[in-house]
C-alpha cells in the first residue's frame, strides 16, 4: 500500500491531485479541514487534508488483464458481475470516505499522536510520523501498543544518527544559563575520566562572579586530587592552558549568566579563546520551557557549540524537548544526566534507552 498527503484548498483539488498521483483505484483513508494563516484571527483559510491510499500496481494490473477484450455471452456476464463487484467497492469506499471525513484518525493513531502531544513533541515531527504510521496502521491494523512499538522504532531509527560516539578533545568546556548544571556534568565527566580510564585531568573555571562558585568546584578538584586554575580574564586564560598543557584532559568551568543578556556570550569570548583543540558542551535543563532552550540555543549560536547535554531528566516526565532540540538545530547530543550524584548520575546519550524512558509511561491497553 502506497499513502500519501494532500494538503489542499477543496475536495475537487484534493481527487483531481489523487487520480493523477496514484491513478483511479486511490481510496481516500481520511480528510480533516483545518484554518491556516491569518493576521489577530482575521484572514484565516480553510485548507483540508487529505490521506489517499493505493494498492500494489501488481493487484490493478491482474484486475485490468481479467477484462475480456470480446465478451461473448458468457463473458458478458461475469463481466457483468465483475462491473457490480467493482461499483460495490467503490459505494463502499466512498461510504467509508463520508464516514472519515468528518471524523478524526484511527483510534490507536489518535492515541499515539496524543501520547507523543503529550511528552511535547513538536508538531513538525509529528507531521513526519504521521503518514508512516497510517501507512502502517492500514497495512497491519495494530492496535495502540503495537503502534507504540512500531513509532518507538521510526524515533530510534529518524534519530540515531544524533548520538555522539566521539571523544573528548584535551580541553573541554560547558557553557549555558544558570543553575542547568554545568559545574556538576564537569565534575562528572572528570570523574569519570579518573575513574574509568586513569586520566590526568585538570581543572580550570572563569567562573569568578560567585565565591560559592569557585569552593563548589575546589571540592571536586581536591576529591580528584586535580588542580584548579581561577582565570579573571583571557590572558589568565591563555596562562592557564600553558600551564596545563602536561594533563591528558582540562575541564572548563564558565559562569551560568542570565542567557537573555546579550553581554553574556561575548564576555565568554572574550576570556576563552575557543581553538581546534577545545571542545564546547551546551548544557540544557530538559525542565525549560522548549521556546527558552532555542532562545538559549540561538544565543549561544554564535560559539563553536560541539554538543549538547541535557540535565535534570529526573525532574521531569515530559521529555520530548531533547527530541526537539535535535530536530530543529540538525544537532548531536552527548550525555544525558538524571540526579545530583557526582559521578554516577550521569551516562552517553542512546536514543534506544532514551526513546524507552520517553515511551515508558505509556500504559498498556
Ligand atoms: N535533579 C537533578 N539535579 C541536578 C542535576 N544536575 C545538577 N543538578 C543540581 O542543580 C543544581 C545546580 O547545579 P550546578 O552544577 O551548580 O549548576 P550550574 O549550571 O553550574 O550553575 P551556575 O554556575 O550557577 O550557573 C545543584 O543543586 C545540582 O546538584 C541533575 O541531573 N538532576
Ligand atoms: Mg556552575
Excluded at 504521521?130 to 491494523?141: A, Q, S, V
Excluded at 544518527?161 to 573541554?172: L, R
Excluded at 586520566?199 to 573555571?205: L, V
Aim: hydrophobic share 40%; charged share 25%.
Amino acid at each position: 500500500m502506497k499513502v500519501k498527503k494532500y494538503v489542499v484548498a477543496s475536495m475537487p483539488q484534493a481527487m483531481k491531485a489523487i487520480r493523477s498521483d496514484l491513478g483511479e483505484e486511490a481510496v481516500i483513508l481520511h480528510s480533516k479541514q483545518f484554518r491556516t494563516g491569518g493576521f489577530f484571527g482575521l484572514f484565516t483559510k480553510t485548507k483540508m487534508e487529505v490521506l489517499a491510499a493505493v494498492d500494489s500496481v501488481e493487484k490493478l494490473n491482474v484486475k485490468k488483464k481479467s477484462a475480456p477484450a470480446e465478451p461473448g455471452m458468457e463473458d458478458n456476464t461475469s463481466f457483468m458481475k465483475q462491473q457490480l463487484s467493482e461499483l460495490n467497492a467503490l459505494v463502499s469506499q466512498m461510504s467509508q470516505m463520508q464516514k472519515v471525513s468528518s471524523s478524526s484518525y484511527p483510534q490507536a493513531v489518535e492515541n499515539v499522536l496524543a501520547y507523543l502531544r503529550l511528552q511535547e513533541i513538536d508538531e513538525a515531527i509529528l507531521e513526519n510520523v504521521e503518514t508512516p504510521m497510517l501507512e502502517y496502521y492500514y497495512l497491519h491494523r495494530p492496535n495502540s501498543n503495537q503502534l507504540m512499538k512500531w513509532t518507538q522504532s521510526w524515533f530510534v531509527n529518524q534519530f540515531k544518527a544524533s548520538e555522539w560516539s566521539g571523544s573528548f578533545k584535551k580541553y573541554v568546556s560547558v557553557v549555558g544559563p544558570t543553575g542547568v548544571g554545568k559545574t556538576t556534568t564537569l565534575a562528572k565527566l572528570a570523574a569519570k575520566c579518573v575513574l574509568e580510564h586513569n586520566q590526568k585531568i585538570a581543572f580550570i573555571t572563569t567562573d569568578t562572579y560567585r565565591i560559592s562558585a569557585i569552593e563548589q568546584l575546589k571540592t571536586y578538584a581536591s576529591i580528584l586530587n586535580a588542580p584548579l586554575t581561577i582565570c579573571y580574564n583571557g590572558a589568565d586564560f591563555k596562562k592557564a592552558l600553558v600551564e596545563t598543557e602536561a594533563y591528558d584532559v582540562i575541564f572548563i568551568d564558565t559562569a551560568g549568566r542570565n542567557f537573555l543578556e546579550e553581554q553574556y556570550v561575548s564576555d565568554l569570548k572574550k576570556i576563552i579563546t575557543f581553538q581546534e583543540n577545545l571542545q564546547t558542551f551546551l548544557v540544557l535543563a530538559l525542565t525549560s520551557k522548549v521556546s527558552d532552550m532555542k532562545a538559549v540555543y540561538e544565543r549561544f549560536a554564535s560559539l563553536p557549540v560541539d554538543q549538547l547535554i541535557f540535565t535534570k531528566r529526573d525532574e521531569t516526565t515530559q521529555k520530548g524537548s531533547l527530541l526537539n532540540m535535535l530536530y530543529h538545530y540538525g544537532q548531536r547530543a552527548a550525555f544525558t544526566t538524571y540526579g545530583q550524584d557526582v559521578p554516577e548520575d550521569i551516562s552517553p546519550f542512546k536514543i534506544e534507552v532514551f526513546i524507552d524512558d520517553v515511551f515508558g509511561d505509556w500504559k498498556d491497553e
